[in-house]
């Protein structure tokens, strides 16, 4: 007989909830004040100015926040869980897109098991991939050129205009804001709706 | 009769040339004394009530370019306190004139500038006179100028905008692209003006330079663009604009700026009364962009004008101009919806079916048990 304690695996160290924590919170500020900056006339959330000053407050504090991430997991070599495997990497993503789509409804076991060393599957792994070393910082920098036109016009130009700048800051905006959604809903199918969120707080990820 | 007609309209003919005959030989009367570079005057600042030396040189040159010589204005219609020169005198006239009075021609300007906290600063005693910002003696058309032209040669002189701007975000770009009294004179008209810049060159493109790649008179332009005739270029014909520009070799872009109109309501600059509604000008609504214009400057700082459908300013054509609400571009706010409505409907579909098939992983369960 297995006790409870056995079955809890430690999936989460502190450091990767603290800075899971203040990225969320940073990204419902910036996506809320970005409501606020983008729509001005049809939301009065806060008045404009102050909302362009909170979302670079936050914004700052969320490339502060990666870069924290980045010297954890490039220093502690933890940065491989999110290297996928190329020589199967296609055919686990296709057996956790069926997971998805029929096995959880039919109540088949999730194909990939989450462990310290392997907290992601092969879908996990390419979004978290493309988010945590190309969308994220393309997001941060356009944010950061937008934030001092001026100041930052010679490299605005050379990438073709301040509404290419936009463009990018403002796509990548709906993209992280659908991303949120559907991050929040995925993290209600781990083994009770709760599951994931729990594990999010205590670090610990019960083990089935 | 024919001849005491001829005799009268000879003399007509002669007295109205006569002063402008009188005058243009007066200005380089002036010259022979004012182009002296080391021509001075002891003075009182009329701000700072401080000893100042004056320098009364006048540069020949810049003056007869100026918008007052090409409208014939001389000397002495402005110092008109000279009425004649006495070359006996070390000094040929006065050695102090009377102040000029700009608004006994610019009398709307005047009336204007009444209403304004330039003029009641004289009740603190210190006097703003209007060649204090305008300047006097080389006063060109503003019409071309760029926002950093405008200010630079007037409200900069005395101002420092970094000590007041602090609630203001992105100040620098505040201060690039939107002019002073845009803000400051909120009731003034203003336009955006859209600017072809030269990549190859690092300028403006110049009207004459334009028309001349073009091949085209100026007056031949909108009938060449506007192809609906409704004296107003749409993003339709902007788009053919920047084909005939591709075709003719120009490799420029556009660029904008929010200026105010040459107009004198721009003297009504009062305190506590600027701008500081940020959703006045950033909203989609805002109407600080109904009026676009594109503008070919002239060598004298006239333009050539053509108005344009504010949607332009939407496009990927004018891509080095941004307001944030102002100008975004719809079709990104379709995008979004897209890929959110997407999002929505793809956790709707599954937390459906998540529900309808709890009675199959109950079974499941219940058969594993």
């Known amino acids: 007989m297995t006790s409870e304690k056995e079955k809890m695996i430690y999936v989460h160290s502190a450091p990767v909830r603290v800075w899971h924590w203040i990225n969320a ?13 983008r729509y001005a006339e049809m939301l009065n959330l806060m008045p404009l100015s102050d909302a362009i000053s909170l979302h670079n407050y936050v914004g700052f504090a969320v490339i502060f926040d990666y870069l924290l991430w980045l010297v954890y997991y490039v220093g502690s070599g933890k940065v491989r869980i999110y290297i996928p495997d190329l020589r199967q990497v296609v055919t686990l993503a296709v057996k956790q897109v069926k997971y998805y789509g029929y096995g959880f409804f039919v109540g088949k076991p999730n194909p990939h098991a989450m462990t310290p060393d392997n907290k992601f599957n092969a879908l996990q792994q390419q979004a978290y991939l493309m988010i945590m070393f190309v969308l994220l910082p393309a997001q941060m920098i356009s944010g950061v050129f937008l934030w001092k036109i001026k100041g930052y016009s010679e490299y605005i130009n050379l990438l073709g205009g301040i509404k290419v700048i936009d463009t990018i800051h403002v796509v990548l905006f709906f993209f992280f804001t659908t991303f949120i959604l559907i991050h929040c809903y995925l993290a209600t199918l781990g083994h009770t709706p709760l599951a994931h969120f729990k594990a999010m707080f205590t670090g610990y990820e019960e083990h089935h | 009769m024919k001849k005491i007609l001829r005799w009268g309209l000879s003399i007509v003919c002669i007295c109205w040339l006569w002063p402008a005959a009188g005058f243009a030989n007066e200005n380089s009367e002036w010259f022979e004394c004012h182009s002296d570079e080391g021509l001075t005057k002891e003075s009182t600042d009329n701000i700072l009530k401080t000893e100042i030396t004056e320098f009364l040189y006048v540069d020949e040159e810049k003056f007869n370019h100026s918008v007052h010589n090409i409208n014939g204005i001389t000397c002495v219609d402005c110092h008109s306190d000279i009425e004649e020169l006495n070359y006996d005198e070390e000094v040929p006239h006065e050695q102090y004139l009377k102040a000029v009075c700009c608004a006994s021609c610019h009398e709307e300007a005047g009336d204007d500038f009444k209403n304004s906290v330039h003029m009641k600063m004289r009740n603190k005693g210190i006097t703003m006179t209007c060649y204090a910002c305008h300047g006097y003696h080389y006063v060109q058309h503003m019409e071309s100028a760029s926002v950093a032209e405008r200010e630079n040669s007037i409200c900069l002189k005395c101002h420092n905008p970094y000590q007041f701007h602090d609630w203001l975000p992105s100040r620098d770009s505040h201060f690039a692209y939107v002019e002073c009294v845009v803000c400051h004179a909120p009731d003034v008209p203003r336009h955006i003006n859209l600017k072809l810049y030269d990549l190859v060159t690092d300028s403006f493109y110049k009207s004459d330079k334009l028309f001349k790649v073009l091949g085209m008179e100026p007056e031949q332009f909108m009938g060449t663009i506007d192809a609906n005739k409704d004296g107003l270029i749409d993003a339709a014909e902007f788009d053919n604009l920047v084909l005939l520009l591709k075709q003719k070799n120009i490799h420029a872009v556009f660029r904008a700026e929010l200026v105010a109109d ?8 009062n305190r506590g009364t600027a701008e500081k509604t940020c959703q006045n000008c950033h909203s989609a609504e805002s109407p600080y962009f109904n ?29 080095h101009f941004y307001l944030l609400a102002g100008t975004r571009m719809k079709l990104m706010d379709k995008i979004g919806i897209f890929l959110l409505a997407g999002g929505a409907c793809a956790v709707f579909i599954h937390f459906t079916a998540r529900v309808l098939t709890i009675p199959l992983r109950k079974k499941k369960d219940q058969d594993e048990a």
Do not use: W
């Open chain 1, 25 to 37: 919170f940073g990204f419902v500020l910036l996506i809320l004040t970005g409501l606020q900056i």
């Open chain 2, 262 to 269: 040459i107009n004198s309501i721009a003297h009504h600059v």
């Open chain 2, 291 to 319: 009026a676009v214009s594109l503008i070919f400057s002239k060598d004298d700082g006239t333009v050539e004008r053509y108005n344009v459908a504010r949607p332009v300013l939407e496009s990927y054509h004018v891509s």
